[in-house]
């Protein structure tokens, strides 16, 4: 019970310290990535969601060790040709004749939330994956701090968590 409380503490703990991070103005912005859809056609989305799998596998090992916001851009810049391959291997293994473009930019962006973490409207850097037109729906989520990046627990849905606060409180109970 005691180990099951601290997990949810630290959990928790660290959605205040993400929502924190990335607020606007706030001088430690977070470094977003959405992924965008060439349309909104049914097909044009599920293959949004299969390009998300493979960008989020292909990056995951190479921001394990990004502890900061700049070492994690300095990675995305760095994999970019990389991020773009994943991509367009998924498209073109599916049918898809349009490809993909990656970029590193700062752009508005509306309010959104992520489960209990809601990000407000503002300025914000981001990776951005463009789907051939990149004029469908997206897929988003949070590099930096790694909301959705880094090895660590795997929760069913193919994606994997790790947070390095929930680490630290695990060694420290074990």
């Given at each position: 019970?005691?180990?099951?409380?601290?997990?949810?503490?630290?959990i928790l703990i660290c959605l205040c310290f993400a929502a924190c991070a990335c607020a606007p103005g706030s001088?430690?912005?977070?470094?977003?990535?959405?992924?965008?859809?060439?349309?909104?056609?049914?097909?044009?989305?599920?293959?949004?969601?299969?390009?998300?799998?493979?960008?989020?596998?292909?990056?995951?090992?190479?921001?394990?060790?990004?502890?900061?916001?700049?070492?994690?851009?300095?990675?995305?810049?760095?994999?970019?040709?990389?991020?773009?391959?994943?991509?367009?291997?998924?498209?073109?293994?599916?049918?898809?004749?349009?490809?993909?473009?990656?970029?590193?930019?700062?752009?508005?962006?509306?309010?959104?939330?992520?489960?209990?973490?809601?990000?407000?409207?503002?300025?914000?850097?981001?990776?951005?994956?463009?789907l051939g037109s990149g004029s469908g729906d997206n897929w988003w989520c949070v590099v930096y701090p790694p909301?959705?990046?880094?090895?660590?627990?795997?929760?069913?849905?193919?994606?994997?968590?790790?947070?390095?606060?929930?680490?630290?409180?695990?060694?420290?109970?074990?």
């Amino acid at each position: 019970m005691k180990k099951k409380i601290a997990v949810l503490c630290a959990i928790l703990i660290c959605l205040c310290f993400a929502a924190c991070a990335c607020a606007p103005g706030s001088g430690n912005d977070c470094l977003r990535i959405h992924i965008r859809a060439n349309s909104n056609s049914q097909t044009d989305q599920k293959v949004k969601y299969l390009v998300k799998d493979a960008v989020v596998e292909y990056l995951t090992p190479l921001l394990a060790s990004a502890d900061t916001k700049d070492k994690a851009k300095a990675v995305v810049l760095s994999a970019r040709d990389g991020i773009e391959a994943a991509a367009e291997r998924v498209l073109a293994e599916n049918g898809f004749g349009y490809g993909a473009e990656a970029e590193l930019t700062t752009e508005v962006f509306p309010a959104r939330t992520y489960g209990p973490l809601t990000l407000d409207s503002g300025e914000y850097e981001a990776l951005i994956v463009n789907l051939g037109s990149g004029s469908g729906d997206n897929w988003w989520c949070v590099v930096y701090p790694p909301l959705c990046f880094v090895g660590g627990e795997d929760t069913g849905g193919g994606v994997v968590y790790k947070s390095a606060l929930l680490e630290i409180i695990k060694k420290f109970f074990s």
